[in-house]
């Protein structure tokens, strides 16, 4: 029977108030407060966030199977998950696939997972779905939209099994965003709702109880996707369960609709407080249909590292409206004149993949010492060519020594030139992001994330930051 | 490195630099024109005396034809020279050991940068990888050396801002009486404390200016010299040492002093035979491109003890009146810093004051003077040392 082995969750450092949307433009506020993926985050590095969640404690090289999900995915030519496990440092044979451009790919690819691990081509999956998607500035999905990732990894073992399943597709026009539309658009909401979200909701929970002959009785728990707050509360009116009682939080006031990546998001939620013998059906929605019933039968697997949906909730920083215009590049901001850093090598990058893409560093068969970047000749004994290579991307570091730079560019500055002593005795020498420039002092404990660097030669950049632990 | 084998054998018998500043209205061929003319007609040497030449440029040359083409140097040997700031003073120490070696009697150097023409504020970034080394700039890279150093000698942040800011108002008075100086006016402590930040500590008033000039100099055999000029000046040492870029990867450089720079103070105080700089070096020019820079540079290079480089700037040691008058043409704060020129504008001072004919800023009586540039950043230094002196 098919498994949640393991979860893991990411949610972005910054948050952004519902009521400092409606204090730039009028109007009422939703309430709580959504996500916000800083500037140097997409949806690849929010994945490459959550799965390195999920995988604390796990040894990545079982893994053999990387399924990403995303509408928010930053090529049209190139396949993200192979970037993802690139970053993860997973085996060369793991198969990879993207699943993209629907609200249901997230649970497309838990489907897919689960297909394969039944047909027996893969033992371990990793799941993993992504989205920062975009309202339009003054939009309804301004507010509602939020940002963030999930990870699970699907094993032909685990403490949460996945029972009977369910499917439809649907076509309608809802809501969409085409090729060079920036944000996402909608048709009237009254139609959308009730003929497309609700009407297909309702049709899939009714088919999948009458084809297994289940009762909702049968369930404890319903986690259910829904376009915002008020529609899921018209859901769990509609299907006549308990939204207090038997019905998962959408994280709706916390962290916004999450897009490919909400279904999930709130499952591993679930997961987080689930309980032994508990019954949950997982519904997802977004061009059909996706239902998949799940029992907790032990106690699930938490590494002691993992922080989860709990976890990344604790720790955020407030922005301003402006400040979020900024960091999501929805205003061209200037940046000072100074000469744009516009050079990459696709050639240096794949030369170097292994540093960039899993941070590696050399360690000196010789001696024991460790460098970053990696090292040929020894700095210490002069050993040439007597290394191995160890990455030190789940390490912590202390930071030794860093300044405030005001004049680089950045969407987020003062740039964060921060020199960090590694756990094993390696220095790091790079950037600081999701930080308070005002409570960076020496020593500060840091960890490692993997963030994009530039856009340079059309093309995105990405590597490890350090940031303040969380 | 063997003592003493380049003291006195190369003389320098003329000089030549540009106004430093914003020359809108002048090319890199132009800069290179006024400053060696200047150096030709300062020694009394025409182009066809000119045996071979080395031309320092950061990112102004693209070879030593940069040179050839302006001033039509037809056929000699000519070497472009780049090692970052260090690029013009490093120009010069390999042309002297051409010199010394026997195989020129006389030759030129010229160092020249056109910073202004990028239409950018600031340098350029220089990235050592084009994914991972991206981001930083010099004030941020310059500025890391203040945690640690203050923290290592117990001074407290505020002290040491200050100290900053008496170097910088010291350097812009200084820059007052040089008329070729970038800035021409003098600042007050004040101004430079409440200067816009740039990078902690480093204010604005911190910071050098983007410039464009260009300096050069004839050199020949120190036998020789006579015959161009009474009071020519004697190389007496170099020092250069190249940083491996321990900074970044060695968790023991702990950016609390300047190992590099204390390495090429050692290779030319042996080379000149000084045993004691603070009390033997009469005149020294130092790269302040970062007043952090010049108070950290003062204890690698023996001005002082190491942590007491703020209670010396508190005492006016560096003053044009001072124990031992540093920076006294301004430095590259107040006379401008376009990179391959500083090296030998710091020569040219020094070339100046040896000879007592620094007007206004003549320091009493020299006999020795240091010029130290400042390549790279600290973590990754490359500093290169001159000692000069008056003949015998």
Same mark, same amino acid.
């Given at each position: ?35 916000? %993926? ?13 799965? !390195? ?15 990403? %999900? ?34 249901? %790919? ?39 939209? @939020? ?32 090729? =060079? ?16 979200? /609700? ?12 084809? =297994? ?17 008020? !529609? ?6 509609? /299907? ?35 309980? %032994? @013998? ?72 794949? !030369? ?13 068969? =010789? ?20 290394? !191995? ?11 030794? =020594? ?39 002092? /020496? ?28 | ?81 780049? #090692? ?15 010199? +010394? ?11 020249? $940068? ?43 942040? $505020? ?8 170097? &910088? ?20 402590? $004040?101004?430079?404390?409440? &200067? ?25 055999? +120190?036998?020789? &010299? ?5 009071? *020519? ?19 023991? *450089? ?8 204390? &390495? ?11 045993? #004691? ?6 005149? +020294? ?41 540093? #920076? ?29 004919? +620094? ?34």
């Amino acid at each position: 029977m098919p498994a949640i082995k393991s979860t893991g969750a990411y949610i972005p450092y910054y948050r952004l108030k519902r009521e400092e949307i409606a204090r730039a433009w009028g109007g009422g506020a939703q309430k709580g407060e959504k996500a916000v %993926a800083n500037f140097d985050e997409d949806s690849i590095t929010l994945a490459v966030e959550s799965a !390195r969640d999920c995988l604390q404690g796990i040894d990545r090289r079982t893994v053999d199977g990387l399924y990403f %999900a995303t509408t928010t995915s930053p090529y049209r030519e190139k396949q993200c998950a192979a970037i993802v496990a690139a970053a993860l440092g997973l085996k060369k044979n793991v198969f990879t696939a993207d699943f993209t451009d629907s609200l249901r %790919a997230g649970t497309n690819a838990l489907r897919a997972a689960l297909d394969a691990l039944k047909a027996g081509t893969a033992q371990n999956i990793l799941v993993i779905a992504a989205d920062c998607r975009l309202g339009a500035p003054g939009s309804d999905f301004e507010q509602t939209f @939020g940002d963030g990732s999930a990870a699970l990894l699907v094993s032909s073992e685990g403490s949460v099994s996945f029972g009977a399943s369910y499917t439809h597709a649907s076509e309608i026009i809802d809501q969409w965003r085409t090729e =060079n539309q920036p944000f996402v658009k909608m048709w009237e909401d009254r139609f959308v709702y009730t003929q497309g979200y /609700l009407a297909n909701v309702k049709e899939a929970l009714s088919a999948y109880l009458k084809e =297994n002959d289940h009762a909702l009785q049968d369930y404890h728990k319903f986690i259910i996707y829904a376009p915002d707050s008020r !529609r899921h509360q018209e859901a769990c009116r509609m /299907l006549k369960v308990d939204s207090q009682v038997q019905v998962q939080d959408p994280l709706f006031e916390v962290v916004g609709n999450t897009g490919a990546a909400f279904a999930l998001m709130m499952l591993v939620a679930a997961i987080e407080e689930a309980s %032994a @013998g508990q019954r949950m059906l997982l519904i997802n929605y977004g061009d059909g249909c996706d239902l998949f019933a799940l029992e907790v039968e032990g106690e699930p697997f938490v590494a002691k590292e993992r922080k989860g949906v709990k976890g990344y909730l604790k720790s955020k920083k407030y922005l301003s409206y402006e400040k979020y215009l900024r960091v999501r590049k929805l205003l061209e901001v200037e940046m000072g004149r100074r000469r744009p850093p516009l050079v990459s090598s696709a050639v240096a990058i794949n !030369r170097d993949r292994k540093m960039i893409y899993s941070l590696h560093a050399s360690e000196c068969t =010789n001696c024991g010492r460790a460098f970053f970047p990696p090292q040929r000749v020894c700095l210490y004994c002069r050993a040439k060519d007597q290394f !191995r290579e160890i990455s030190f991307s789940e390490r912590k570091g202390k930071l030794f =020594n860093f300044c405030l730079d005001e004049l680089a560019q950045s969407s987020d500055p003062p740039v964060i030139v921060s020199l960090v002593d590694v756990e094993g005795g390696l220095r790091f020498y790079g950037q600081m992001t999701d930080r308070d420039p005002e409570q960076i002092e /020496l020593d500060l404990p840091v960890e490692f994330t993997f963030r994009k660097m530039s856009e340079a030669e059309g093309f995105h950049n990405y590597f490890w930051k350090c940031r303040p632990i969380r | 490195m063997r003592a003493g084998a380049i003291k006195d054998k190369v003389a320098i018998i003329g000089m030549g630099c540009t106004k430093f500043g914003e020359h809108w209205n002048m090319s890199v061929e132009d800069l290179l024109i006024e400053a060696v003319y200047e150096a030709y007609a300062d020694a009394g040497v025409e182009p066809k005396d000119i045996e071979a030449a080395w031309l320092g440029s950061v990112g102004s040359a693209f070879t030593g034809g940069t040179l050839a083409t302006p001033l039509k140097l037809k056929y000699i040997p000519i070497t472009r020279v780049e #090692n970052a700031c260090a690029t013009g003073m490093d120009a010069l120490r390999n042309a002297c050991f051409a010199v +010394a070696c026997g195989l020129y009697d006389l030759v030129l150097v010229a160092g020249v $940068e056109k910073l202004k023409d990028s239409g950018y504020a600031g340098l350029p970034e220089f990235y050592f990888h084009p994914v991972y080394g991206q981001g930083f700039t010099a004030p941020g890279r310059w500025a890391l050396i203040a945690n640690r150093y203050f923290l290592a000698h117990g001074i407290n942040p $505020e002290d040491g801002k200050r100290a900053l800011a008496k170097i &910088a108002v010291k350097n812009h008075r200084n820059g007052t009486l040089s008329p070729k100086a970038h800035f021409q006016r003098e600042i007050t402590t $004040e101004q430079a404390l409440q &200067a816009p930040i740039i990078a902690w500590p480093l204010g604005l008033f911190d910071c050098c200016p983007t410039t464009d000039g260009a300096a050069a100099a004839i050199i020949c055999r +120190a036998d020789m &010299a006579s015959s161009f000029k009474d009071d *020519y000046v004697l190389v007496k040492g170099f020092g250069l040492a190249v940083g491996p870029g321990l900074g970044k990867e060695d968790i023991d *450089y702990k950016y609390d002093h300047l190992p590099e720079t204390e &390495a090429a103070a050692r290779q030319a105080y042996e080379a000149a035979g000084i045993k #004691n700089p603070r009390r033997e070096i009469s005149v +020294a020019q130092v790269h302040d491109c970062f007043t952090i820079a010049e108070l950290t540079e003062y204890e690698a290079l023996g001005f002082c003890e190491r942590g007491k480089a703020v209670e010396e700037v508190e005492a006016g040691t560096f003053t044009l009146e001072g124990e031992l008058p540093v #920076n006294t043409d301004g430095g590259l704060k107040a006379f401008g810093h376009p990179l391959a020129a500083t090296g030998l504008r710091m020569c040219n001072e020094l070339y100046l004051q040896l000879r007592g004919k +620094a007007g206004p800023r003549q320091v009493k009586n020299p006999t020795l003077g240091l010029a130290m540039a400042q390549g790279g950043h600290p973590g990754m230094l490359l500093p290169v040392i001159t000692i000069l002196g008056c003949r015998d």
